[in-house]
């Protein structure tokens, strides 16, 4: 099965946002507890995250939306 260019980016998204919480060792209960964002189904590449939701996840691990973007390349 081929996965179409958004399907794609969603996946990269997910991946990139999982190893953020686990680089700071944050489980997604905790997650939800101090932003009020469910991540399982962005992880999961279920759903497309807004850009607004996408900054609060960045500064809640102190990086700029350029070096999410940046990381999204490297996948």
């Given amino acids: 099965m081929v996965l179409s260019k958004k399907e794609v980016t969603l996946k990269k998204v997910a991946l990139c946002v999982k190893i953020l919480r686990e680089e ?3 489980t997604s209960s905790e997650f939800y507890i101090d932003t009020g ?7 999961q590449g279920k ?3 807004t ?7 960045c500064d809640y691990f102190n990086i700029t ?9 490297e996948i």
């Fill in 24 to 26: 700071y060792h944050i």
């Fill in 65 to 73: 939306l350029s070096d999410f973007f940046m990381m999204l390349e």
């Fill in 47 to 49: 759903t497309n995250v």
């Fill in 37 to 43: 964002i469910h991540l399982a189904r962005i992880e």
């Fill in 51 to 57: 850009i607004t939701t996408l900054q609060k996840i």
